[in-house]
């Protein structure tokens, strides 16, 4: 089991903040260090000093960190055209050495669509888009050099594409793709992802779901075993009741609902709720870090949680 941090910097951080938090993971020895890709606040926070953009973010991280992966959970496939998109992911790849793993999903939040001005399609529009952006960044990056790329879809279209530039990382970054959907998440996974996340749910939700994913790479062909399996879940620790409660009270939570839905409590209880989800196939935890002052929770699970696992 690998434990990842991922964090939400749209509730309010600055890049020195995520900086500051990142290079305490890397040196704390976790696997990876991921962030949302969001524009708006979320809940009653004031989100200052405000909004800051995921692949800028990961391209400083890229050059001031030298071991830690990074990525996205997930990339908004509302945000941006898929050809440059493809070529971001590619140079941040490049700039960390091939230490970038490239998390994408539909977009979800209407309200940050409205603050900033960009569209926001229904939900199977959505999904139609994801679908060719997954096909259009994977064949970018799989175009063998000298080679061009054109691609003829109902909402993206090129022509002649020169394919570069190339990740460092062949034949590209890692897929991540999640959500629970039934049945169009379960066959974009199968067909393109290198891990399968899900954010925020527990262990029969994550088992069930698993399932699907399995049954439609079987569908296809596809070995399950070629994936990754993980889980994004709320971290709470402490070494004492106190400590615990006054993390919780921190990011406006309760103790209770974390022990229920996230991963609070002791050491030795998160070290046990990791266990479930183990049992059920899931083989990284992006423990989601909504403190990012709090150092020292961070290095508590790297000390306490990480060695028995």
């Known amino acids: 089991m690998e434990l990842r ?37 979320m809940g009653s926070v004031s989100g200052e000093p405000g909004p800051t953009d995921a692949w800028t973010t990961l391209a400083g ?3 001031e960190t030298s071991r830690i992966r990074l990525g996205t959970l997930m990339t908004a496939a509302t945000f941006r ?14 700039m960390s050495g091939g230490r970038v793993e490239f998390g994408v999903g539909t977009g979800w939040y209407e309200e940050e669509h409205l603050a900033y001005g960009i569209p926001f399609p229904p939900l199977a529009e959505r999904f ?12 970018l990056w799989r175009t063998p050099a000298g080679r061009t790329f054109d691609f003829a879809g109902k909402y993206y ?7 570069l530039p190339k990740p460092a990382q062949h034949p590209g970054p890692p897929v991540l793709l999640g959500g629970m959907g039934p049945k169009r998440t379960p066959r974009l996974a199968a067909r393109y992802a290198d891990e399968f996340n899900l954010p925020f749910v527990g262990v029969d939700e994550s088992a069930r779901q698993f399932q699907r994913v399995r049954a439609a790479c079987a569908a296809i062909g596809r070995d399950p075993a070629e994936l990754h399996w993980s889980n994004a879940l709320v971290l709470c620790a402490g070494r004492t009741e106190d400590e615990i409660r006054r993390r ?20 030795a209880e998160i070290v046990d709720a990791i266990g479930r989800y183990a049992a059920v196939g899931s083989q990284r935890i992006y423990l989601q870090v909504l403190d990012l002052a709090d150092l020292d929770h961070v290095e508590l699970v790297a000390a306490e949680v990480m060695p028995q696992l």
């Open 248 to 267: 919780a009270d921190a990011i406006g939570r309760d103790i209770d609902e974390l022990r229920e839905n996230g991963l609070a409590g002791t050491p």
């Open 5 to 41: 941090i991922f964090t939400e910097p749209q509730q309010g951080a600055s890049y020195d903040d995520l900086l500051r938090l990142a290079r305490c993971a890397e040196d704390a020895g976790y696997g990876a260090f991921f962030r949302s890709d969001h524009y708006l606040k």
């Open 81 to 94: 055209l898929p050809g440059p998109l493809a070529i971001t992911v590619a140079q941040v790849d490049a």
């Open 61 to 63: 991280l890229a050059r």
């Open 157 to 163: 279209t090129l022509t002649g594409s020169p394919a």
């Open 128 to 139: 139609d888009r994801l679908e060719e952006q997954l096909e259009v960044i994977t064949g």
